[in-house]
């Protein structure tokens, strides 16, 4: 299991890149942490490999405490955001560095090598020299090299940036396996509809706190209401300069083409939106109510930034759902 | 054990697949000053100060081994920096073994390198003229002299590497064996220094491993008392870029 404890990090020249977050992994899970570039989460991912300590909280990872970091390393797989590859070794030079890396013997190094180049899709390419793999490429060596020495729990930063999408794809089905196989899974991702179809519980950071957590069907429901989408003929962003001063329930956020209206209590009616939109002469193309998807509880909880300062934001802004149902606020 | 096998393996392949920057860049003003600067200042041996019939070649050939092993000692020091842009130094922090077996095994293997410019320059600088009394012993104390000296002289590079993360850095201290070697007796002998520069030179490590090669190369025998100082030069220097490299990791894990 992964548990962390009011991990607070305060980087040399006082910059606060996280303020007490709190997360916990458990066996079998797949735990996403999601948030805008720069809100902690690749602090916090790399706290918990042990690249560096925290300012102050604890942790503890496959029951080690954090200051135990020499217990913790062999049983952790790691993927940080930068692949971690020397340009000049080839990918199976790289499978043996990380197996000497890790004490794996020899023979049994070659197999999982041969089962990890195959399944990674590595085979045309474990030859040749890292500089000359495409990105995506090396993102797949990288996640196969996490996976060499067979760890308990895995931690993941933004794993499938880069991947094709049959790359993503199988990626996704690997951390399924090794969630049933009970390993514990944390991962961070951009990607929210990865993580809505990944992760079983989800942590939202935004400026070094932990701002949101729950399951993504609890944060959808969090938000509350439902989206309104109303596709517009005119140029979308022409359509929501014009809204701006016209509209005093709350911006909507701009996805594509369409305008979404978040539709809470305050504005039960849609009819009011659409009415709106045609006192600012926009053409309406298309309308519908949906719930809400991840990228609305994301815009929800992490979108209005406030100009405070980290550490300084309201903790009792939080709110947490708790596992298995329920909702309180912090 | 190992890994470190494995890591120094790794850094003399890693040598040989850029050997424009890890073996002709460090040579090529070594080869430059055995080959020209010792004939054009030939006769330089004539003033007083130098042995009598001595050639310039001779005396000056320490010099270039001493001066090859300052600029190839920043290899291992630009290879971890770079480790550090490219997230690799974290990917072996976050390893059992961490990431102080790839720094050793670099070192190993800028000292090996070092080792081996000393033997090329040696065997230039007698195809020039440079007389070797005794090859096994010669060819010995110059690799071991100076495989010594950038294992201990590459460490503050390393050391600023490791602080900074920036291999420009490196490159940027490359300049210091100037001053070192021309604050030395490694291109003239102690009299013909100015009497201010005759005290630095004394205390210079530099002065007593040149010595101690010449001696070893030209003479054919060891020299108790130069050796002595050398190695002593040597440790002090090492002693000095490891405090300096330790701090530096201090402040790596604590960023």
Redesign the interface.
Known sequence: MIAATDLTKVYAGGRRALIGVSLRVHEGEIVGVVGPNGAGKSTALKILSTVFAPSSGTATVCGHDLSDAGSIRPCIGVALQDVGLDPLMTGHEHFTVQASLYGVPRDAAACREARLVERFGLSDHVDQVVGAYSGGTQRRLSLALALLHEPKALIFDEPTVGLDPRARRQFMATLRELRDQGHPVLLSTQYLEEANQLCQYLYVIDEGAVVAEGSPADLRAAVGGLAFRVTVGDTVDDVASRVAGTWQSGQPRIDGEQLVFHVSDQIRDPDAILAMLRRVDAEIREYRLVTPDLDDVFIHFTGERSESEPGQRPMDMTVRIQRGGGQRWK | M??AL??YK?AL??AK??PITTVIIPLVLPLFMVTIFAHVFARITSVSGFRSGSQYVAYVAPATILMASMLGSATAAVSTAV?IQ????????????GAVPSMLARRFADATRLAVFAIILALVAWAEGMPISNWFLGLLVAAALAALWGLAYGGLALAACVRTGSAELANALLPLFFPILFMSTAFVPLPLLPHWLQGIARWNPASYIADAIRVALIQGRVDGGTIWRAALGIFCVALATQFLIWRAGQ?????
């Open positions: 190992e890994v494995v890591m790794r392949r890693e697949r850029i480790e490219t997230g690799f130094f974290d990917r072996m922090r976050t390893s059992p073994a402040w790596l894990g604590r960023r």
